[in-house]
């Protein structure tokens, strides 16, 4: 069995330690991230989603459908589909706090880079092991700092026979060439609510799933940096009669606004007649 994970709690851990603890391991659970309440809230504006998807959905590119499974429910574009989510996880305080740790270093503003559900049902496999930023397979290796800050939320919980995500901890410095090996995973075993934040450069990949009849329902959510093409496109998943209802933040952290580096010598990325888009949204000029 690999190293552990460590185990830490949004309740009384700071976000320094836990920031420490995610550079150190490339990998910490951290529990008691979202309540009951919300929980309740969150799963009641999915669930319809979820039930009307059938497993491994043919509607998905055949790579996603590899990747994914057979067996996975899932389902894309989350901020256009729950104010929930919006509120209380696109802009949670760890979350923000995480990110403006490890990715505002690389950027002026960093992006939701996707949300999605993976309800991961009896039956499904190992996933493939990989790293999340392998998306950015163009940017040079190594990269000078994080280009991406990914986690898995428990919508329940996680354990290592319903398939919790198995995850390589210290592999975020491993070179890009060395392959995981099985008695390298660990489960990120986890009770509802909790947490897996990971860096982009750990290893890992959904657990299988050996139950007979439970599913195993995650959030995959990654933020990146705010001059990287994201994942999803979520000024388009989300439409704009939505966003415009929308705080501030969560308009910038969905894409609605540019990436200014003006200021260090950078360009100014993703405008509109020149402009910052979410000034001329909001003012009502879009
Ligand atoms: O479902 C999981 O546990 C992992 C999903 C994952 O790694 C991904 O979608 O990139
Ligand atoms: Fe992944």
């Known amino acids: 069995m690999g190293t552990a994970i460590n185990h830490l709690n949004v309740n009384t851990d700071s976000i ?9 391991s490339g990998v910490v659970v951290v529990k008691g991230v979202l309540n009951d309440d919300i929980l309740a809230k969150f799963n009641a504006e999915i669930d319809g989603a979820i039930t009307s998807t059938k497993d491994g ?12 499974g057979e067996h996975t429910r899932h389902i894309t574009g989350i901020a256009g589909k ?38 991961r ?20 290796q190594p990269f000078p700092g994080q280009v991406m800050l990914a986690s898995l939320f428990a919508l329940n919980d996680f354990t290592a026979d319903n398939g919790a995500t198995r995850v390589i901890p210290g592999s975020h410095n491993w070179d890009p060439d060395r392959v995981g090996q ?12 909790s947490v897996v934040f990971y860096l982009g450069r750990t290893l890992h990949g959904g657990g299988p799933n050996t139950t007979k009849n439970q599913r195993r329902r995650g959030m995959h959510l990654s933020y990146t940096l705010g001059w990287l093409r994201t994942e999803e496109n979520n000024y388009l998943t989300t439409p704009l009669e939505v966003a415009r209802q929308l705080p501030r ?34 003012s009502g000029e879009i």
């Open 16 to 24: 320094e330690t836990i920031v420490s603890c995610l550079n150190e």
């Open 249 to 282: 933040k969560a308009q910038e952290l969905l894409g609605y606004s540019a990436h200014n580096a003006f200021a260090t010598g950078g360009g100014f990325l993703g405008t509109v007649d020149t402009r910052d888009p979410i000034d001329m949204i909001n």
């Open 121 to 140: 049902g009896p039956g499904s496999e190992q996933q493939l092991v990989h790293r999340d930023d392998d998306i950015y397979s163009y940017l040079p």
């Open 182 to 193: 099985e008695d390298e995973l660990v489960a990120a075993e986890m009770p509802v609510g």
């Open 82 to 119: 729950s104010r929930t989510f919006v509120d209380e996880i696109l802009l949670h305080p760890l979350v923000l706090g995480l990110c403006d740790s490890i990715l505002l270093p690389q950027c002026v503003n960093y992006r939701l880079n996707v949300a999605h559900i993976l309800d």
């Open 57 to 68: 959905r043919v509607s998905m590119s055949p790579e996603h459908q590899f990747f994914f």
